[in-house]
């Protein structure tokens, strides 16, 4: 496909979100002016000269804005070729064909009204026009007003939910985001209710004509003929889109393309259809968490037959396949359009969400890399579990699982997984594999210090205090996640994670609380003088295997 092609695409991807997030501010801050009418009506006035005084001058952009806005969003309506969709993206699809209705009296009579005729749009005449005039017409601004809001809102949650530090401010944003309409109507209703006890006195209506100059009767009935216009020039457009939907399917229905599944499952659909929409065609629970604009790559899929037939990447999912270092054969469900039968499995689990998207990278596919695995096992646990209410053996165990799980994370580390009264971590999974052996001991060294504070603070319950054994092995591991949905985990297997169960097996033998390959001392730069070198002899190994034994792992220096 022409590089044209591609660039044309991220223009108009790029022309979304800036055209997006100028009417989005828009929306803001006249939903912030609305809100000062809980101050009063005279704070609303003052809030509009300065809203006017920004926006007035950039009518024009405004203008622009949303045309561009409303073409690209009916151009991928046309582009869709199935309805079907998540119920975010849906409600978002309706609330943006539902704002321009909603919305055209209110520019017609505000903005237009101002341009043609010099109406002075000033609160106290809108409010007495739509809540005394026409009550109706408070009713459709107040739904506009959230129509407005929601529909920007989730534009907005797609777009910031795929960025590193989205995750820890989403509530707060989130609050906010309900807050502000909140008070916008609040300040409407308020601000609305002055105006009727004003509009009460006779005097008042008159007063009120000659400073924001009324338009005449013919000029509200053109006014009137005008949003008739626009209304219909939009249902013929948006209809006009379907009906183009319908002539494209009719057109392409002989040229139908079979897309299968790893267990079988055919859908089949027409040319220009997208694999994302693919699965959504077949009811086939398929990832997207940026709603299929190339953002996250939660919807990629490896392709296992048919993949010479595909159209090449575009430059927007070339550089998202870069970035997560996708495999050969791996393509973007949201971007790729098949022109030919071609076999697919999707990588991700349906369910995942933002901040595992964003924390996942191509180790979730499945690679080989060097990691440092640690295993950790109580000593004496399973016999004094025996003496004790199962309440206590629970309480006790997510106790040390809690403390030892901080340990492995405040390390740099992961938890892999917990075993009984054990648990495995894994080390240099994502960043600098070097510094992975050094990360692993840290984490011995915080856990056994954990422990010993644990003893301590239960000393009185405990008959003898809790001992550890540790085992830590450097080498290289197939990592990915494994599993089935729901019970999906990024876990790593190979010889290094046996081998490093060993070692804390043999932790016993060598009566040490710590035991660690000659490969992981090294890769840390643990000095000489820490620890006793000792020969392991491994079950199916015929060469004994050089470690370290640390009799009390708590005592490591902290740059270890």
Not at 12 to 40: D, E
Not at 225 to 243: C, E, K, S
Not at 284 to 298: F, L, N, W, Y
Request: hydrophobic letters at 50%.
């Amino acid at each position: 496909m022409p590089p044209t092609t591609g660039r044309w695409g991220r223009i108009i991807a790029v022309t979304r979100l800036a055209t997006g997030l100028i009417l989005l501010f828009y929306v803001l801050t006249h939903n912030l002016n609305h809100a000062l009418g809980l101050i009063s009506l005279s704070a609303m006035e003052a809030g509009r000269t300065v809203f006017l005084g920004f926006w007035r001058p950039l009518e024009l952009v405004l203008l622009l804005a949303a045309l561009l806005h409303l073409s690209i969003g009916l151009r991928a309506l046309y582009r869709r070729k199935s309805l079907r969709m998540p119920f975010l993206e849906a409600t978002q699809l309706t609330l943006g064909l539902a704002a321009p209705p909603l919305l055209l009296l209110h520019i017609v009579g505000t903005a237009v009204a101002h341009a043609l005729y010099g109406v002075e749009d000033r609160y106290a005449y809108v409010l007495w026009v739509i809540w005394t005039v026409s009550p109706g017409l408070g009713m459709l601004q107040s739904l506009a007003l959230v129509v407005t809001w929601i529909h920007g809102c989730i534009g907005l949650n797609y777009w910031l939910r795929v960025k590193a530090w989205f995750p820890p401010w989403r509530l707060l944003l989130g609050a906010l985001a309900l807050l502000i309409p909140v008070l916008a109507l609040l300040g409407f209703v308020a601000g609305a209710r002055e105006v009727a006890q004003l509009a009460a006195d006779p005097a008042w209506v008159p007063t009120l004509d000659a400073q924001v100059n009324l338009a005449a009767p013919e000029e509200v009935a053109f006014l009137y003929r005008l949003r008739d216009w626009l209304m219909l020039a939009f249902v013929a457009i948006v209809g006009g889109v379907f009906v183009a939907r319908i002539v494209r399917t009719l057109a392409t229905r002989r040229r139908a393309i079979a897309i299968t599944y790893p267990d079988g499952k055919r859908v089949i659909i027409q040319p220009g259809t997208t694999l994302l929409e693919a699965s959504r065609i077949g009811g086939v629970p398929h990832a997207a968490v940026c709603g299929g604009r190339s953002r996250c790559s939660t919807c990629r899929v490896r392709v296992i037959e048919g993949a010479e037939s595909l159209p090449p990447a575009q430059e927007e999912e070339e550089r998202v396949l870069t970035r997560i270092h996708a495999a050969p054969g791996v393509r973007l469900a949201c971007q790729t359009r098949p022109t030919a039968a071609v076999t697919i499995q999707p990588l991700l689990p349906p369910q995942i969400t933002a901040p595992k998207a964003l924390s996942g990278g191509d180790v979730s596919q499945g690679k080989e890399q060097e990691v440092a695995v640690l295993f950790a096992d109580l000593r004496g646990f399973t016999s004094m579990a025996e003496r004790r209410l199962p309440y206590d053996v629970v309480f006790l165990l997510n106790q040390y699982f809690r403390l030892t799980g901080e340990a492995v994370v405040a390390a740099g580390g992961h938890v892999d997984k917990f075993i009984g009264d054990g648990v495995m971590a894994v080390f240099g999974l994502r960043g600098r594999p070097e510094l992975a052996s050094a990360q692993a001991l840290d984490a011995a060294r915080r856990m056994a210090r954990a422990l010993e504070i644990f003893n301590a603070q239960h000393h009185a319950e405990l008959k003898t205090p809790f001992r550890i054994g540790i085992g830590i092995h450097f080498g290289p591991a197939i990592v990915g996640e494994m599993g089935f949905p729901p019970a999906l985990s990024l876990t790593a297997i190979g010889d290094t994670v046996n081998t490093a169960s060993r070692l804390e097996s043999a932790t016993k033998e060598e009566n040490c609380q710590l035991l660690i390959s000659e490969t992981v001392a090294n890769g840390a730069d643990l000095p000489q003088d820490i620890g006793r070198r000792c020969e392991i002899a491994l079950r199916g190994r015929e060469q004994k295997l050089v470690a370290v034994a640390i009799d009390n792992a708590a005592a490591l220096p902290a740059s270890a």
